[in-house]
C-alpha cells in the first residue's frame, strides 16, 4: 500500500492542540455562568465562587491529561 | 547537581557550541541523579533530591502546624491566626460544609491531605527546589488511592455492603430500562475513573507547571545569550517566566484545594444514601 500522506515530527503537540479545545470552551462557559450569576446576584459571588474554581479545575483536568499523555506514551 | 542545573548547562553549552540550536527540556528534569540507591524486596528505591525535598516539606509544614498551636490564648497571636484560619478552610469550608454535618470526624484527614499537598505543591516556584514531588506520578497515585480505599471504606461501614453495592449498580430513581446504560458508568465512576482523575489532575497540573517554568527559564537564557536579533525576544521570555510563577502559585492552591473537595464530596456521597 503507498503511503499518500505522512505526518511527522511533534504528533503529541496535535494531540494537546486538538485536546485543549473542549476544556477551553468548558471554561469559559463555567466562568461565564459565574459571571452571569454575579451580574444578576452579587451577593451570591462568595457562595458560588467555590463551585466556579472546582468547575475550572475539573475542566482544566482534561486539558492537562492531554499535556501529558504524548509524554507517557511518546518515543 | 540539580537537573535544572544540568539542563541549564546544556543550554549553555549549545548556545556557544554554536548551531546546535537549544535543547529542550525532557523528561530528564524529573529524574535527578540519585543520591542513594538500594534495593528492599526485590524492588530498586533511588533516594534523589526529589525525595529529599519531599521530606523537608513535610517536616516544615509539622513544624508549622506544630508552633501555631503551642500556647495557644483566647486572642491569637500571628503565627496561631494564620495556623487556624488554614485550618478552619478545611474544617469549616470542606469537612462540614461539603462532606455533611457528619464530615466533622474527617477534618484532620482532610486538613493533612490539603496541607501536605500544598507544602509540597509550594517547592515548585521555591528557588533550590523548584519542583514539586507531585510531578512525580506516584505521590499523587498513592494519595488517590488512600482516599479511594477510604471513602469505599466509609461507604461500606456507613451504609452496609449490600445497600452501598446495590446504590452504586442501580442508581435509585432511574428508569429500568436506563441501568443498560448507567450502570457502566456508575461502576466505572466509583471505582475506575474517581481516583485515577484525582491523581492525574495533580499530576498534570504539576508537571504541566514545572515544564512550563523551566522551558521560558532555559528559553530566557538561551535567547539572551545569542548574539543576533533573537536576543529581544529573551526579556520577553524571562517575562513570561516571571508571569508564570505567579499563574503557578494560583495553581498550587487550587489544586490542593480541588483534591481536599473533591475528596469531600466522595466522602459525601459514600455517607448519605441517595435519596
Request: charged share 20%; aromatic share 10%; net charge positive.
Given at each position: 500500500m503507498d503511503v499518500l500522506a505522512e505526518l511527522t515530527g511533534s504528533v503529541g503537540s496535535i494531540g494537546y492542540g486538538l485536546a485543549a479545545i473542549g476544556p477551553g470552551i468548558g471554561v469559559g462557559i463555567v466562568w461565564a455562568a459565574y459571571i452571569q450569576a454575579t451580574a444578576r446576584q452579587p451577593e451570591s459571588a462568595g457562595l458560588t465562587r467555590t463551585y466556579a474554581f472546582l468547575g475550572f479545575a475539573l475542566s482544566e483536568a482534561l486539558a492537562l491529561i492531554g499535556f501529558v499523555v504524548p509524554f507517557v506514551f511518546g518515543t | 547537581m540539580t537537573s535544572s542545573a544540568l539542563a541549564l548547562g546544556n543550554v549553555l553549552a549549545a548556545a556557544e557550541g554554536g548551531g546546535e540550536g537549544f535543547q529542550a527540556p525532557g523528561l530528564?528534569?524529573?529524574?535527578?541523579?540519585?543520591l542513594v540507591t538500594f534495593s528492599l524486596l526485590g524492588v530498586e528505591f533511588e533516594i534523589t533530591r526529589i525525595t529529599v525535598w519531599l521530606w523537608i516539606a513535610t517536616i516544615a509544614m509539622l513544624v508549622f502546624m506544630a508552633a501555631a498551636v503551642r500556647?495557644?490564648?483566647?486572642?491569637?497571636?500571628k503565627l496561631q491566626f494564620i495556623g487556624e484560619s488554614g485550618y478552619s478552610l478545611v474544617r469549616?469550608?470542606?469537612?462540614?460544609?461539603?462532606?455533611?454535618?457528619?464530615?466533622?470526624?474527617?477534618a484532620p484527614f482532610l486538613a493533612s491531605l490539603f496541607f501536605f499537598i500544598l507544602a509540597n505543591n509550594l517547592l515548585s516556584i521555591i528557588p533550590f527546589a523548584q519542583?514539586?514531588?507531585?510531578?512525580?506520578f506516584a505521590f499523587p497515585l498513592v494519595l488517590a488511592l488512600i482516599c479511594w480505599v477510604l471513602y469505599i471504606y466509609i461507604g461500606i461501614r456507613e451504609q452496609g455492603v449490600g445497600k452501598y453495592f446495590k446504590d452504586i449498580l442501580f442508581l435509585p430513581?432511574?428508569?429500568?430500562?436506563?441501568y443498560i446504560l448507567v450502570t457502566p458508568i456508575e461502576v466505572l465512576q466509583n471505582f475506575i475513573v474517581r481516583p485515577f482523575t484525582l491523581a492525574v489532575r495533580l499530576f498534570a497540573n504539576m508537571f504541566a507547571g514545572h515544564m512550563l517554568l523551566v522551558v521560558f527559564s532555559l528559553g530566557a537564557v538561551y535567547l539572551l545569550s545569542?548574539?543576533?536579533?533573537?536576543?529581544?525576544f529573551g526579556p520577553v521570555s524571562a517575562l513570561m517566566a516571571i508571569v508564570m510563577t505567579f499563574f503557578e502559585l494560583l495553581v498550587i492552591f487550587l489544586q490542593a484545594y480541588v483534591f481536599t473537595v473533591l475528596m469531600g464530596t466522595y466522602l459525601n456521597g459514600s455517607i448519605e444514601a441517595e435519596h
Open positions: - | 530528564g528534569e524529573f529524574y535527578p541523579q540519585p500556647r495557644p490564648q483566647i486572642v491569637p497571636g469549616d469550608g470542606i469537612a462540614r460544609d461539603v462532606v455533611g454535618p457528619r464530615g466533622l470526624p474527617f519542583i514539586s514531588p507531585m510531578s512525580k430513581g432511574v428508569p429500568a430500562f436506563m545569542r548574539d543576533n536579533f533573537s536576543i529581544v
